[in-house]
């Protein structure tokens, strides 16, 4: 019997969303982050996992599969919540919820689990505050 190695098969696509970021300075990421969705689409999307980073101006999602990506700039963040449950969806662990004012110019949020939501609380909210 050969032995077949067996790569991560996100490997790739985390690469490909990182090294959109060589020019700018991450202040968080969660390598494997768990997206709930896009309250203003509602139900009929798809849970998935990417790559969620943090920088200075924005906060980006790349989605693995299928290939997608959300950007919200902080200056459009209202409130930051962290709730277990984001559109009927839930693993019984806080969830990162972003509200913000969308490019139609309504309020909107989505939400993410993350390792360390404290930390991306604080930071967030610490580079919100500091631009003020």
Not at 60 to 66: Q, S, V
Request: charge should be positive; aromatic fraction near 12%; glycine fraction near 4%.
């Amino acid at each position: 019997m050969s032995s077949i190695p067996i790569k991560f098969p996100f490997k790739k696509r985390k690469k490909e969303i990182i090294s959109k970021f060589q020019e700018e300075e991450i202040l968080e990421i969660s390598l494997f982050s768990n997206f709930y969705g896009i309250a203003s689409k509602k139900y009929k999307q798809i849970r998935g996992n990417g790559v969620l980073i943090l920088t200075k101006d924005e906060i980006f999602f790349g989605m693995f599969i299928p290939k997608r990506e959300i950007k919200i700039s902080l200056k459009s963040i209202i409130e930051i919540k962290t709730p277990k449950w984001f559109l009927g969806k839930t693993r019984f662990r806080p969830t990162l919820a972003i509200v913000f004012i969308n490019e139609e110019g309504k309020t909107d949020s989505a939400a993410w689990e993350v390792r360390n939501i404290d930390r991306w609380v604080s930071r967030i909210d610490q580079i919100r505050t500091s631009k003020k």
